[in-house]
């Protein structure tokens, strides 16, 4: 019976080829598809507003009964209107207009009464309601709406949807029994049923939490079947587990957090399998030092390393940071990004090749495919949000499984990321390097600008340095002040007697390279940059941060931001202006100034933003769910975790009649990948 369901969606009636077009751009294009295209909100009629209340300009319900019908008027060979008249049980007349819409016209008889949702147009005296979905009385109460693409109406979809739903087949069975059981979860063909046509409140609560509690389930087997997959031995053991002469070349403690770290990692790399291993530590608490502890163990157990990071800024620092504490150790370290010479490239990739660099530090062009490594031990992502799931796996393909090391600043809840990374084991750095006095964070509107001014001359005063940033690089993005208009400004007056740069995006390496070293070097009072230097950087002599147009940045950004700041013991303050008014921007400032913590930070941004946009897009290898919310439904996500792990250890492959119809929708959500299982 389901293949009817993967029927094209054109075999559908009233689905000709203009309409499959259309379903086609939603990416609807069998039955089924349509089936799960669920709505996203759905209009209420039970309480149905008196004319006398619809608001002009508003969509709203009413309750009318046609009186007549007028004639239709020509307005133009293109646009016909035909128009009804109607009253409700107050006495209140409204125009029930259609433009073009002859079938619907129609469709109303006269002295029967319906129910009209749409756009109210006119005025107090004469109301009218523009091409309003017509419901009958004994239809459902909640009505469908779903997001559209011009040409269709949520009234097509529903209809085909009518016909779509008889295709499915009651008696198979999609959950096992037992499951169903023990959640209460309703049949799947109710819940679908209800999910577009709820018949009550309560209907539309049980379908959702029906067809949610599905789609997690799946998703965590899919996950759950990676993680098993790691099943590849591995050869590539540590040998050298002896980190005291990195830890007596160090000019500092390291903090016990960063030891544990370090430790995890080791015991990781003692085991039969590749280290799959995330550490989350908030902005400045340390993360390199740690990638160049394990580092160190690895070049002294013959084995390359490759580390990546997301900008050539970042690259180059590490570059400076790991060259200075590895070299002296007898470890040959180099680098490789996008601006070098071809010549210059070349010669670092035959150095790879045959084994005269064991660790090696770079942008994306690490993954080009001329660079293989002689013994690849072992790959570091820094701030890995930046890079895209295919990028990490392309570079790992390289190094025939070496172990893996992801280092991430935007820390998310634990819970959450155990079950997102499903795949990785994760380790947190909870404190900050003792004697780190908390970045302090105020909110100013632009008149109050020139005090900031003031406090950063008294800094620069005081020998310490200064950012600025502003969010766009050029005039016309985004409506404020271009990085380079601002800079010049700031040069020619307030900061006229102080060495003031510009930094940003579309710069070369080596540009940006010269400049963050003069920064570095105390050369430059204060740099005005773009958000180039949100990743990352690290200069301790830094103590404020200004950043114009707040408003601009979401909070994981601010927070990176700000991080760049209060990396020493000197105290620093972080100043956002910003005049935006909006109540979300408001609230967004207000976290920044009320906490420094990282976590807190994140959830916070998560909330506002929804897990897409956080997450960017697919980077974290999060389906596109169509239902589930993984941050609404966590409590559901727990379940269907344990659940997974339940299926899998009784049918590891799958392999049971039972399982069939949810071995399919595993493999279908990861989008048909048969490597899974
Ligand atoms: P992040 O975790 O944000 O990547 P970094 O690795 O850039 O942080 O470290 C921030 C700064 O703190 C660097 O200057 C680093 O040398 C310094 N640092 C790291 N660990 C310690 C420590 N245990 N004690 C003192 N300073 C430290
Ligand atoms: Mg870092």
């Known amino acids: 019976m389901d293949m009817l369901l993967d029927e094209p969606i054109s075999s559908l009636n009233g689905v000709g080829k203009k309409r499959t077009a259309l379903y086609n751009k939603l990416g609807l294009y069998t039955a089924n598809n349509l089936l799960y295209y669920f709505p996203n909100r759905y209009i209420n009629c039970c309480n149905p507003l008196n004319i006398s209340q619809a608001i002009i300009g508003e969509k709203c319900c009413i309750c009318a009964t046609v009186l007549k ?82 040409g269709l109406t949520s009234k097509m979809i529903s209809s085909n949807v009518k016909q779509a739903l008889k295709l499915i087949d009651n008696k198979q069975h999609y959950l096992p029994k037992n499951l169903t059981d023990k959640y209460c979860l309703i049949d799947f063909d109710l819940a679908i049923q209800n999910i577009h046509f709820p018949k009550s409140e309560q209907h539309l609560r049980k379908a959702k939490h029906r067809l949610i509690f599905e789609e997690l389930l799946y998703w965590q087997i899919g996950i759950q079947l990676i993680k098993q997959k790691k099943t590849i031995k591995t050869t590539k053991k540590l040998k050298c587990l002896d980190l005291n002469p990195f830890l007596n070349n160090l000019d500092f403690q390291l903090t016990s957090s960063q030891k544990n770290v370090i430790n995890d990692c080791i015991s990781d790399c003692l085991k039969d399998f590749p280290m799959n291993r995330l550490i989350q530590g908030d902005v400045g608490c340390g993360k390199t030092v740690v990638a160049a502890a394990i580092t160190f163990l690895f070049a002294k157990s013959k084995m390359q390393v490759a580390i990546m990071a997301p900008t050539d800024i970042l690259a180059r620092q590490h570059f400076k940071f790991f060259f200075k504490t590895l070299t002296p150790l007898g470890i040959k370290v180099n680098m490789l990004v996008g601006s070098l010479r071809l010549k210059e490239k070349s010669n670092i990739q035959s150095d790879l090749q045959n084994g005269a660099v064991d660790v090696i530090i770079g942008t994306h062009s690490l993954f080009q495919e001329k660079t293989n490594f002689k013994n690849l031990g072992l790959v570091i992502t820094d701030e890995q949000h930046r890079f895209g799931v295919e990028q990490r796996k392309k570079l790992t393909e390289k190094g025939n499984f070496p172990h893996k090391l992801v280092m991430s600043a935007t820390p998310i809840p634990r819970t959450l990321a155990l079950i997102i990374y499903g795949d990785l084991d994760i380790s947190n750095i909870y404190e900050l390097p003792a004697g780190r006095i908390p970045v302090q964070t105020v909110h100013i509107p632009s008149s109050k600008r020139t005090r900031a001014f003031s406090y950063i001359k008294s800094q620069i005063q005081k020998n310490h340095q200064a950012y600025i940033v502003c969010p766009a690089i050029e005039d016309s993005e985004k409506n404020v002040e271009s990085v380079v208009k601002y800079t010049q400004k700031l040069k020619q007056n307030i900061f006229k007697n102080y060495n003031i740069e510009m930094i ?54 601010l927070h990176q931001l700000r991080g760049r700041v209060g990396r020493s013991n000197i105290k620093s303050l972080c100043i956002l202006v910003s005049n935006a008014t909006k109540n979300e921007t408001q609230k967004r400032l207000k976290i920044m100034c009320d906490t420094n913590d990282g976590f807190e930070i994140a959830e916070e941004d998560l909330k506002i933003r929804g897990p897409g946009d956080f997450f960017g897009n697919k980077q974290h290898g999060l389906p596109n769910f169509k239902i589930a919310n993984i941050i609404e439904d966590t409590k559901l996500l727990k379940i269907c975790k344990e659940e997974a792990e339940n299926i899998l250890l009784a049918d590891p492959k799958l392999e049971l009649k039972e399982h069939e119809k949810i071995k399919n929708n595993v493999l279908q959500l990861f989008s048909n990948d048969n490597c899974i299982l």
């Open 69 to 150: 019908t007028k004639k239709p008027y020509v307005k133009s060979s293109k646009m016909i209107i035909y128009t009804a008249h109607g009253i409700d049980t107050d006495k209140n007349n409204i125009d029930i207009v259609f433009f073009n819409n002859i079938y619907s016209f129609k469709s109303l008889k006269i002295g029967q009464t319906y129910l009209f949702f749409g756009k109210i147009e006119g005025n107090i005296l004469s109301k009218q309601i523009i091409n309003p979905m017509i419901i009958r009385p004994n239809e459902a109460n909640l009505i469908p709406i779903y997001s559209l693409t011009s």
């Open 504 to 557: 940003h995006g579309k710069m070369t390496g080596t540009e940006k390279d010269f400049l963050m070293q003069k920064f570095l070097n105390g050369e430059i009072d204060i740099l005005v940059s773009t958000t180039v230097i949100e990743v990352g950087v690290d200069v301790p002599n830094a103590t404020t941060i200004m950043i114009e147009n707040a408003e601009f940045f979401g909070l994981s950004q």
